[in-house]
């Protein structure tokens, strides 16, 4: 399975999970709204008009208040979403199969020989195999590789977990509008 078919297959159960969620968040909103609506009306019908005046404000405070806890849910439904995307990813990775697996690590070793000479290599126990000719370590990783120079100095980590994390705070942006539109 390839990495494109992956992705499409991780932001189509996303968008799947994020239009249930906010649709989840906009129920509550309306319910919340109408719930308001209703104390309104009780209330206006016991005053008279300066008390008028005093409910008017607060409806409009009640109505931004409902609002705000709609759009803090519909955030917070997307905040979500957007975890469970990263972890559906996630997931994926730590069953690659060992050809993929390989590689994935054969790239990021290249990477990692391009910016400082690996001697070391801090990996998982399931990987330790494709790293033939280097000191390596096993470490408590999903995938990936941390590559450390002879003096032990200087580390470079391509760890799955580091890549994902630097993806999701670089592209929050566009992962965003991925999954929920443009006016995301």
Known sequence: ????????????SAKEQANSLIAEGRKEASRISKETEKKIEELQRKSE??????????????LASAELDSKKAVLEARKQSIENVFEEAKKKLG???DKRREQIMKKLLDRAK????????????RDAKFFKGLTVHAIDIIGGLVAENKEGTIRIDYSFDTILQS???GELHNVNKILFGQNA
Request: charged share 40%.
């Open 167 to 169: 993806i999701k705070e």
């Open 114 to 125: 391009n910016e400082i000479e690996a001697a070391s290599i801090y990996c998982s126990k």
């Open 1 to 12: 399975m390839g990495l494109e078919s992956v992705k499409e297959e991780i932001l189509n």
């Open 95 to 97: 069953i690659l199969d």
């Open 49 to 62: 008009e300066e008390t008028k005046k005093t409910l008017d404000m607060i409806k409009r405070q009640e």
